[in-house]
């Protein structure tokens, strides 16, 4: 760990890469509409076709 300024708030670098492939994922989801602006009524359909927006992302 490395000080990044004068207040001591140290960074980590294998945290700092964890966070940018998470932000990565998240952008992707937003490309999808639906996600996006909530079409679905119920938590459990919005549930599933998030859990199925993650697996469609993962096998590209």
């Given at each position: 760990?490395?000080?990044?300024?004068?207040?001591?708030?140290?960074?980590?670098?294998?945290?700092?890469?964890?966070?940018?492939?998470?932000?990565?994922?998240?952008?992707?989801m937003?490309?999808y509409?639906?996600?996006?602006?909530?079409?679905?009524?119920?938590a459990?359909?919005?549930?599933?076709?998030?859990?199925?927006?993650?697996?469609?992302?993962?096998?590209?």
């Amino acid at each position: 760990m490395r000080s990044t300024n004068c207040r001591g708030i140290h960074e980590d670098k294998d945290t700092n890469k964890e966070r940018h492939l998470i932000e990565c994922f998240f952008n992707k989801m937003k490309n999808y509409r639906r996600l996006a602006t909530r079409y679905d009524k119920t938590a459990s359909m919005f549930k599933a076709f998030l859990a199925l927006i993650s697996i469609r992302i993962w096998l590209k």
